[in-house]
C-alpha cells in the first residue's frame, strides 16, 4: 500500500503529552520521518529513523515504531508546537516516497 | 550555510507550462537527490519526484507523470522542474526538498521557502 493515515486533528494542553500517530504497512519495513509545518513556511525535519533529532530540535520531540504504526510525541508541549505534522516513508512497491495526509496539533 | 533557493512566484495559465529553479548553495549538489513536493491551498504534502543530478536518475509519482520533467545543471548547482499542460488543480506551492542519508536513515533535512504557482485564466 502507498498510504500512509494521520488523524486530520489533535489537540493538546499546555505542558501536556501528545501522540501523532501514522500508520502504513511500510511502516513495518521502513522507519518514517516526520515535519512540522508551520503556516506559510516550509516544512521542517523533526525526527527521523527511530528517534533522532537533528540538531536544533527540542528533546520534547520524540518517536517510536510499532508494526504498522508510528509515533511522534511531544512532551510538554509548548505553545510553540501548534503546527501541522507530517509522517513520510517508503510506498513499500513502488520504494517512492509518500506523506501521510498531515495532522493539525492545537495546544489550548 | 546550506540552503536550498527557489524561483518567484509564477502566474500562469491553463494549457501552459511553468519552470521552477532550485538552486542549491553550501555543499556538494551532486551528493544529494533533490525531491520536489507539492502542497495545494490548505492541502498536505505530496511527493512529486526526484532527480538524482549526478547519476541522471529520475523518478516521479504516477499522477504527475507525463506532464512532469525534472532536470539539473550541475554546472550551476540547480534542480529544475517544469510542470506543462498546467490545470487549476495544479495551483499550489511547490517546494524542492533535499533527502539525505542520515545514519542509515533517510530525511528531507533541507527545504526550499517554496514557488507559488497560481494557475488562472
Known amino acids: 500500500s502507498s498510504e500512509l493515515t494521520q488523524d486530520p486533528a489533535v489537540s493538546v494542553a499546555l505542558g501536556q503529552t501528545v501522540r501523532i500517530t501514522c500508520q502504513g504497512d511500510s511502516l513495518r519495513y521502513y522507519y518514517p520521518s516526520w515535519y512540522q509545518q508551520k503556516p506559510g513556511q516550509a516544512p521542517t525535519l523533526v525526527i527521523y529513523?527511530?528517534?533522532n533529532r537533528p540538531s536544533g530540535i527540542p528533546d520534547r520531540f520524540s518517536g517510536s515504531n510499532s508494526g504498522k504504526t508510528a509515533s511522534l510525541t511531544i512532551t510538554g508541549a509548548q505553545a510553540e508546537d501548534e503546527a501541522d505534522y507530517y509522517c513520510?516513508?517508503?510506498?513499500?512497491?513502488?520504494?517512492?516516497?509518500?506523506f501521510g495526509g498531515g495532522t493539525k496539533l492545537t495546544v489550548l | 550555510e546550506v540552503r536550498l533557493l527557489q524561483s518567484g512566484a509564477e502566474v500562469k495559465k491553463p494549457g501552459t507550462a511553468v519552470k521552477i529553479s532550485c538552486r542549491a548553495s553550501?555543499?556538494?549538489?551532486?551528493?544529494?537527490?533533490i525531491h520536489w513536493v507539492q502542497q495545494a491551498p490548505g492541502k498536505g504534502l505530496e511527493w512529486v519526484g526526484l532527480v538524482d543530478a549526478e547519476h541522471g536518475e529520475i523518478k516521479f509519482a504516477e499522477r504527475f507523470q507525463g506532464r512532469v520533467t525534472l532536470t539539473a545543471d550541475t554546472s550551476i548547482d540547480t534542480a529544475y522542474m517544469e510542470l506543462s499542460g498546467l490545470r487549476s488543480d495544479d495551483t499550489a506551492i511547490y517546494y524542492c526538498a533535499r533527502l539525505s542519508g542520515l545514519g542509515s536513515f533517510e530525511a528531507f533535512d533541507i527545504w526550499g521557502q517554496g514557488t507559488v504557482v497560481t494557475v488562472s485564466s
Open positions: 553550501g555543499y556538494t549538489f551532486t551528493d544529494y537527490y
Open positions: 529513523g527511530k528517534s
Open positions: 513520510n516513508s517508503r510506498d513499500g512497491s513502488s520504494g517512492h516516497l509518500v
